[in-house]
């Protein structure tokens, strides 16, 4: 949003260096006109009072030269005078154009320039013969003082737009930052978060029409959750019923083909009763913002324990504690392994390990990893693969794991694996110790 701010700024200035520099190319033309306007008018005045003035051609140089000097003096020009054949009596100022005999008359009692920065010249023929040219010097400085004048006029307003434009064009990035990071931390997943409305422009329209769609999405999606909560859990009454009813069913035991139909019932019961308790855990953890109880805890002994009761899995690691849910912690490491059993192959191997102020917790399984499967989209609810879309599971397992890992602040990541599958988990930890194999 800086760069949006600068770009505004900017363009806020160099719109006003172009009107300025504009400005100043129109006033120099106006200004050169008016110089030669006027320095013409002037210098024919200048041309009758020297005519008027000079001494007869009969007079001596030097009288000439004098006269010369007194009309320089007086009047603030450069001037000389030629005779008939072109050859200088007189001069006084700078370097003027000699007269030429052959000159046609055209070239004379007239004023023009030579180039762009010389003053405009007059050259008067007298009664006498003799030829007297004129240019007409504007006052010292005049010109550089107007013009210095006018730049450091032109820098004040430069300055003073500037210092204008600043807080008006940070007011209005400053908005858009705070409305930029509203969405951020919607998108995060802080549903709570509204914009800050503030005028009543296109920005304050924009942070409305924002806080109005994540309101109602909001409420959306709790009302989602909780409708999802109440099913689930009004689920779990008739499955207790089922499996009450099935228990008090009376099938002759010694019949092997109803034995095993009803350890097929009663399997695919707790895997619904399994489910729903998964249904029930994300969603009371999108419900809440915190964790509702945090302790030490002793993560390779929780570790140790879970994995005790499947066979063909081995953990390693370090001793250290992290602070988080030790329900929510077993129940991560639980999923991690069964993900692992389930579509991957034994061993199974759990490493924990602290580094770095953090936990690092392993699972690599011996199976074919996650080929056919979104890494970007394995931790979502009910995605399962089309590598796994004939396993056993409904895709929960991975997006309980993420969330409990979100929950304690920690990340969670597929990593690359030569062979097998390989999640890794990174906590926060508060203490690491000796490493030791369980």
Same mark, same amino acid.
């Given at each position: 949003m800086r760069q949006l701010f600068f770009k505004i700024y900017l363009a806020v200035l160099l719109s006003l260096l172009i009107f300025a520099v504009a400005s100043a190319v129109l006033w120099g033309e106006m200004r050169s006109q008016r110089e030669d306007e006027y320095l013409g008018r002037q210098q024919e005045v200048a041309a009758q009072l020297i005519q008027n003035t000079l001494p007869s051609a009969s007079s001596s140089v030097a009288d000439q030269q004098m006269a010369l000097e007194r009309i320089a003096h007086d009047l603030n020009v450069n001037i000389a005078i030629d005779d008939a054949q072109g050859e200088r009596i007189a001069r006084v100022g700078g370097r003027l154009p000699p007269f030429q005999p052959n000159e046609p008359d055209e070239f004379l009692n007239r004023h023009g320039k030579n180039n762009r920065s010389a003053a405009p010249i007059t050259r008067m023929r007298l009664s006498d013969g003799r030829v007297v040219t004129v240019r007409l010097l504007p006052p010292e400085d005049d010109g550089w003082t107007k013009g210095w004048a006018f730049a450091i006029g032109l820098l004040g307003l430069l300055l003073v737009v500037g210092l204008v434009a600043w807080p008006l064009s940070r007011r209005l990035t400053r908005r858009l930052e705070d409305l930029h990071h509203s969405v951020t931390?919607?998108?995060?997943? !802080?549903? $709570?978060?509204?914009? @800050?409305?503030?005028? @009543? !422009? %296109?920005?304050?329209?924009?942070? %409305? $029409?924002? /806080?109005?769609?994540?309101?109602?999405?909001?409420?959306?999606?709790?009302? /989602? @959750?909780?409708?999802?909560? /109440?099913? $689930?859990? %009004?689920?779990?009454?008739?499955?207790?019923?089922?499996?009450?009813?099935?228990?008090l069913l009376h099938i002759d035991e010694a019949d092997e083909k109803q034995h095993k139909r009803k350890q097929a019932i009663v399997k695919e019961i707790d895997e619904f009763d399994q489910m729903i308790d998964s249904i029930l855990l994300g969603s009371r953890l999108d419900a809440q913002e915190r964790l509702a109880h945090v302790e030490a805890v002793d993560m390779l002994g929780l570790v140790a324990e879970e994995c005790a009761h499947y066979d063909g899995v081995s953990v390693e690691g370090a001793v250290g504690t992290v602070q988080g849910d030790a329900h929510l912690l077993r129940r991560l490491v639980r999923n991690l392994v069964e993900n692992a059993l389930r579509h991957g192959r034994a061993p199974v191997q759990v490493h924990v390990a602290f580094k770095d102020s953090a936990m690092h917790l392993d699972v690599m399984d011996a199976g074919d990893g996650f080929a056919g499967v979104d890494t970007e989209r394995i931790f979502e609810p009910f995605y399962r693969g089309q590598a796994n879309s004939n396993s056993k599971g409904v895709g929960l397992g991975l997006s309980l794991v993420y969330k409990i890992v979100q929950h304690h602040g920690g990340s969670v990541a597929i990593m690359p694996a030569e062979q097998g599958g390989h999640v890794q988990v990174i906590l926060p930890c508060v203490h690491a110790a000796k490493s030791m194999v369980a």
């Open positions: 931390q919607w998108g995060a997943g !802080d549903l $709570s978060v509204r914009a @800050h409305v503030a005028g @009543h !422009d %296109e920005v304050s329209m924009l942070a %409305e $029409s924002f /806080n109005q769609a994540a309101g109602r999405i909001e409420q959306l999606i709790q009302t /989602n @959750h909780l409708l999802l909560a /109440n099913a $689930s859990h %009004e689920l779990r009454t008739p499955l207790a019923r089922m499996r009450m009813q099935l228990e």
